[in-house]
């Protein structure tokens, strides 16, 4: 045989099991790419592993993401999946020149009136609220599956799980939006889960709703998770249903507590979105200045740790423990510190008194436990609203008619507005159970920590911000809690992957803390 012609066949041998390989590898990565949810690629993470795969090709794999095929829905797309036994329904509104080989903002924009008792979808498509070329996601609530609870959250999740598997989604410019009771939809959603989006756009919409005793709230609010992502506000001064007169204490307690916040009062705007036309390039351009970062240097998470709130981009809270009785306290922006409290003389759940006080202002109205307040000068008061909040707006000296409903008739009440004006602090969200914070701050290798009411939280290390080839060193509350060499791992990259459906949230370690008791 030629030696030309056996140096050929030879290299054709030992190249043999190179190329075995690597389609093991390509057939494995594509059954996990080909996955229909996070479940079903976590199935698919054995053969992945199994297949010679090195941890540098498979994160180069990872980031370079599935292929995405042009033929896909265009223009309104009607969908829906299960949740337990009831259906969730929801619409997309993609581009028609959608091209598979660029990536694409999205907005998820929660509609208003949640208390409809069906969950047909609302609208046809975005609307007269469109942007910017982009992909809106329009997912559906009623009055049993409101925004504010786990069911929504876990519908979110599913949803924009899938979308990205079939669209070429840009994973850093996902923003959540609403309108009315979808805009307080978004601030509970940051409060709760935030790692999905850039920022989060709540319209007319009001954090005091979270508060009403007449609201049913999953979990616990935590407004320190404000912190981790830019908002922008609009509400309107002539507003029926949620002023900016009542908004904007807690608006004040954001900007105060370090939250970066766009606000855009509109004075003489009542509940809709007529300013739409001179808001919109505004709000486009904060979108577009505000993209995520996947690994950001700072991260402050506070979780009760139901319904899989627990984590936040790189920090994950596992376990809880009794709060520190000594120490230094950690800024809180649960503590509202609001004007001199208008101490009219009621006690009231949401709009309905429960007390009056005697010798008081209300009193002199001629109060009576029972009453449920309708109207205050004209204006309707809804029933979700906390009306001691409310009144707290009204200056001293204002010539009052309030409405009440008494034994089911209206009632008319006149007087003066003279309430006794008293400082407070009080929670802008009591804790009904046991809570955990930590804050953690990234330098090079090094994470410091500070903690509260926290017996265990596990760190995600992405490749792309540390240094595996030098030692990781995590300090919390001031105690040096672990220093050493962390090693990359695969079986954590696919696992991470699996679940996040994510090319730029990456993770290849873990690091679990124990703090001391």
Known sequence: MPVARFAAVLLCLLSLPLIAASSAIDQAFQQFWDAATPEAAAATVDAVLKSGVAFDDAIARLKKGRTYRND????????????GADE??????????????????VRIQLHGGVGRPDAAPRGNGIGQLAGVEQIYVLPTAWSAA??????????????????????????????LSGVSDGGTGTYYFSMRDSTPFASFLPLNGAIAVLRSSNVSVDGEMFPNNFLNKPFFIVNGGRDPLYPTSLVEPYIKRMVDGGVTVKYLPQPDAVHNTAWWPDVKDTYEAFVREHP???????????????????????????????????????????DLVGPPEANFGISAVATRVTAVA?????????????????????????GMVDVIDLLSTYDPGTKMVIVVSRQNEPFELQGVFSPVETPRIVSMFPHRRPTGRVDVTRDGNTITASTRG??????????????FSKPVKVVADGKTIFDGQVTRSLPTLMKWAARDNDRTLLVGAEVTVKLAE
Not at 358 to 365: D, K, P, Q, T
Not at 454 to 467: C, H, I, N, Q
């Open 72 to 83: 896909v829905p265009r223009s309104l797309v009607k969908l829906t999946h299960k949740i």
């Open 88 to 105: 969730f329904p929801y619409m997309l509104d993609v581009p028609e020149t959608y091209d598979a080989a660029k990536k694409y903002q």
């Open 146 to 175: 409101e925004w504010w609870t786990d069911r929504q959250l876990e519908n979110l999740h599913e949803i924009l799980d899938s979308v990205k598997r079939a669209y070429n989604v840009d994973e850093n410019r996902v923003v």
């Open 292 to 334: 995520r970062t996947a690994e950001p240097v700072k991260i402050t998470w506070e979780t009760d740790l139901t319904a899989g709130t627990n984590r936040a981009h790189w920090l994950v809270i596992d376990k809880l423990s009794r709060p520190k009785t000594t120490g230094e306290r950690l800024p809180d922006l649960n």
């Open 358 to 382: 005697s010798g008081s202002n209300a009193e002199s109205f001629g109060f009576e436990p029972g009453d449920v307040i309708i109207r205050i000068n004209g204006r309707m008061i809804p």
């Open 454 to 467: 926290v017996d265990t939280f596990t760190l995600l290390l992405s490749p792309d911000v540390f240094d």
